[in-house]
């Protein structure tokens, strides 16, 4: 049971926009910056946002981050099947005394 | 550029330590402001923090892991390890070190990310 929520799957077709969200609390997402994360089979994890909304330079603008609260969500336009991959949320529990990572959720493109 | 490549035994007995050792490539990890961390992603499961340190000695746990694991620095401050004793079926796992940066903003709040990882080795728990 992790301590950051997200949906285990979303789809939508080619280009057309997804959202994956990512709840928290105030002992973390409430308090403290959210990063997201891109993986695909058998390679390592990537970031994609990082502060809630800032993109690495390599990263187009077609990924993006916003917060509200105690909940992070990120945005995917124009989809393309090259963005099916599994999304991971990340951020600091001040409880927890660590890094917690949401469940992971799974970009289906139609 | 920084690379960081995971090593170490692949398969360990249950009850006994697993052992891997991060080698970090075109850098150290003396920078002040990285934290050093390994994470796992059991067979087909999300994403799990082990633990991160910092090379001044600063470190934290993941408090389900805590009293099984250590991690620690190399003298030559391009390895660190990662133990985590007593294991069992459940820790079978693809191990990840990572690179976490940390940046303080003047007047806000600190924000970090893992912005470097090695490839990942999985480690089979099994007799």
């Known amino acids: 049971q992790s301590v950051l929520t997200q949906p285990p799957s979303v789809s939508a077709a080619p280009g057309q926009k997804v959202t994956i969200s990512c709840s928290g609390s105030?002992?973390?997402?409430?308090?403290?910056?959210v990063s997201w994360y891109q993986q695909f089979p058998g390679t390592a994890p990537k970031v994609l946002i990082f502060?809630?909304?800032k993109r690495p330079s390599l990263i187009p603008d077609r990924f993006s981050g916003s917060k509200s609260g105690t909940s992070a969500t990120l945005g995917i336009t124009g989809l393309r099947t090259g963005d099916e991959a599994d999304y991971y949320c990340?951020?600091?529990?001040?409880?927890?005394?660590?890094?917690?990572f949401g469940g992971g959720t799974k970009l289906t493109v139609l | 550029q920084l690379q960081l490549q995971e090593s170490g035994p692949r398969l360990v007995k249950p009850s006994e330590t697993l052992s891997l050792t991060c080698d970090v490539s075109?850098?150290?990890?003396?920078?002040?402001?990285?934290?050093w961390a390994w994470i796992r992603q059991p067979p087909g499961k999300g994403l799990e923090w082990i633990g991160s340190?910092?090379?001044?000695?600063?470190?934290y746990y993941n408090p389900s892991l805590k009293s099984r694991v250590l991690i620690s620095a190399h003298t030559s401050r391009t390895q660190f390890s990662l133990r985590l004793n007593s294991v069992t079926a459940a820790d079978t796992a693809l191990y990840y070190c990572?690179?976490?940066?940390?940046?303080?903003?003047?007047?806000?709040?600190?924000?970090?990310?893992?912005?470097?990882w090695g490839p990942g080795t999985l480690v089979t728990v099994s007799s």
């Open positions: 075109g850098g150290s990890i003396s920078g002040s402001h990285y934290y």
């Open positions: 105030s002992s973390n997402i409430g308090n403290h910056y």
């Open positions: 340190f910092h090379y001044s000695g600063d470190t």
């Open positions: 990572a690179r976490r940066v940390v940046v303080v903003v003047p007047g806000t709040a600190t924000y970090w990310y893992f912005d470097v």
């Open positions: 990340a951020t600091w529990d001040s409880s927890v005394g660590g890094v917690v």
């Open positions: 502060a809630n909304d």
